[in-house]
């Protein structure tokens, strides 16, 4: 079965400071890993993927992500967190032979404060 | 880049009333969309997948009679709550992948808040 862990509800970070948000995966065959950002009362916005290739993968508004096969991870990580980062994180993971079918995490509250 | 248009993103209807929600891929075509609902503070529960004309997929547990999912056109879902409750009352949010991409991520619609009085 495909599940994903994000071990925390709540990140709080100082503006500047660099922010990191954790989710760990399982899933039988090759991960498809995602992180999606959600404002309030919006729909989820993709920041970036992983399907293969490069385990540090860039994606929108600064963010980048790293694949660790051996730990089962990909984090969420920014250099400089900004105000504007504050919203709800979800990581997700798909099997390569089902991409589209998504299971989420329950999501991380980021919270940058000036 | 791909957009996913949802309407309305606002609903508030009577008890025993049902409403329809509207999931279209703007600008790209799409066989197969999802549905999820969010609870407060919780992540996303994905309902059914909707196949472009044939059934929908429904998730154990997920009422296929009060949930009706329509996939009508390779660009247009539609989710219907019949007979809504105020236990319905939700945010519902659709997603579709571009037909032409396999590698492309899921696009969301922006969601709807129902809110069943």
């Known amino acids: 079965a495909q599940s994903v862990a994000q071990p925390e509800d709540q990140v709080n970070v100082a503006e500047g400071n660099p922010l990191t948000v954790k989710c760990t995966y399982s899933?039988?065959?090759?991960?498809?890993l995602f992180w999606y950002v959600q404002y309030p009362n919006r729909g989820l916005q993709f920041l970036l993927k992983?399907?293969?290739?490069?385990?540090l993968v860039k994606g929108s508004y600064g963010f980048e992500a790293e694949f660790n096969k051996s730990q089962t991870s990909f984090h969420l990580k920014k250099p400089s967190a900004l105000v504007s980062d504050s919203a709800l994180y979800f990581c997700a993971v798909s099997r390569g032979s089902t991409l589209g079918r998504l299971y989420f995490g329950r999501g991380t509250q980021l919270t940058v404060w000036p | 880049g791909a957009v996913v248009s949802q309407h309305p993103s606002r609903v508030i209807c009577k008890s025993g009333t049902s409403v329809k929600i509207e999931c279209r891929s703007l600008?790209?075509?799409?066989?197969?969309m999802f549905w999820y609902r969010q609870f407060p503070k919780k992540s996303l529960m994905l309902m059914a997948t909707?196949?472009?004309?044939?059934?929908?997929?429904?998730e154990q547990g997920v009422e296929k009679d009060k949930f009706l999912i329509n996939h009508a056109s390779l660009t247009l879902s539609t989710l219907t709550v019949t007979s809504a409750h105020p236990e319905d009352s939700s945010f519902y949010i659709c997603?579709?992948?571009?037909?032409?991409?396999?590698?492309?991520?899921?696009?969301f619609g922006n969601g709807t808040r129902l809110t069943v009085t």
């Open positions: 997603s579709a992948r571009d037909l032409q991409d396999y590698n492309s991520p899921l696009h």
């Open positions: 899933v039988s065959g090759n991960p498809y």
């Open positions: 992983y399907i293969t290739g490069d385990n």
């Open positions: 600008d790209f075509q799409a066989t197969t």
């Open positions: 909707s196949n472009e004309g044939s059934k929908a997929t429904y």
